[in-house]
């Protein structure tokens, strides 16, 4: 098993295994990847294994396999979200400096919320590498945002609860998303982990449509005396966001009066706060 030949034939199996669910029109089975791949049952199991470990595939509710997270994670950071996130770095930088909390930039890929972008807490309670964790939307005030603006949908069946917290009726995530509609915000208070608060906003593209949802999030204790003041400041924030997003206003067709010279539309300087 040591012979670098075995080694190299191994890796080639695997790659095989990759290639043909990416390939695939729909997810396959264990038995459709045994038969396309010509391997020994507990071939085809101890390789999927390690894939799965991997993120290079995982299974989905049928049990059959797809394309994995790193998959989701590497389409997320790359084109067509490279602008996004080189316009979004300076207004989570501003938002990390003024807060001190971690801060969230996520997208939507199929059914998940992919984060593609996070400015570190400065507090030592706080910091961790959210990029590759997949959390449930409805436990996640990034989540949270994609549900209340219609641009994600729950999945069937039983939603999972993490905490006593966590929101596990539909009726009452509908009623959530209707609150957070109302006051522009989306909140969750130790529904993913006790002691965990989030606060996240949306983000709109040039069509006015949903793009993605910017965030923080820190301990309770922290944020919780503090939570109507944030999400106003992330409102602020991601209207700045949006702005730079759909660029500077077209000009109209007819030339202005002389008394109508400013500029009709004022380009939000992400540096500007409400304090």
């Known amino acids: ?18 290639a043909t669910v990416v390939h695939a029109d729909e ?27 991997s993120g290079l595939l995982e299974r989905d509710a049928a049990g059959s396999y797809v394309a994995g997270r790193l ?12 602008e996004l996130v080189r316009l979004a770095r300076p207004v989570m930088d501003d938002i990390g400096a003024d807060t001190g909390e971690t801060v969230h930039l996520s997208v939507t890929r199929g059914e998940r919320v992919v984060q593609v972008a996070q400015v570190d807490s400065t507090f030592l309670l ?3 590498d959210w990029t ?23 999945p069937e069946g ?19 998303c209707l609150r957070t509609r109302e006051r522009g915000w989306a909140l969750t208070r130790d529904e993913l982990e006790i002691g965990l608060t989030g606060i996240a906003v949306p983000v709109f593209g040039v069509h006015g449509d949903l793009v993605a949802s910017l965030g923080i999030s ?21 209207t700045a966001l949006s702005s730079l997003l759909r660029g500077p206003a077209r000009r109209t067709t007819h030339p202005p009066h002389r008394s109508d010279h400013r500029p009709a539309h004022r380009s939000a300087r992400t540096q500007e706060v409400v304090a």
Request: glycine letters at 6%; a negative charge.
């Open 1 to 18: 098993m040591s012979d670098p030949a075995t080694g190299t034939r191994a890796l080639d199996r695997a790659a095989d295994l990759v």
């Open 27 to 53: 997810p396959m089975s264990f038995a459709d990847l045994q038969d396309a791949s010509g391997l020994a049952k507990s071939t085809t199991s101890r390789l999927l294994t390690a894939l799965e470990r």
């Open 71 to 82: 998959f989701w994670l590497y389409a997320a950071r790359h084109d067509p979200w490279d």
């Open 126 to 128: 706080g910091t961790r």
């Open 132 to 154: 590759e964790v997949d959390v449930p939307a409805h436990c996640s005030a990034l989540g949270k945002v994609f549900l209340a603006w219609d641009a994600l949908e729950l």
């Open 158 to 176: 039983e939603l999972e609860r993490p905490t006593p917290a966590t929101l596990a009726g539909r009726d009452d995530v509908r009623r959530d």
């Open 218 to 238: 820190g301990p309770t204790p922290r944020l919780e005396a503090r939570l109507d003041e944030l999400g106003r400041r992330l409102l602020d924030r991601s």
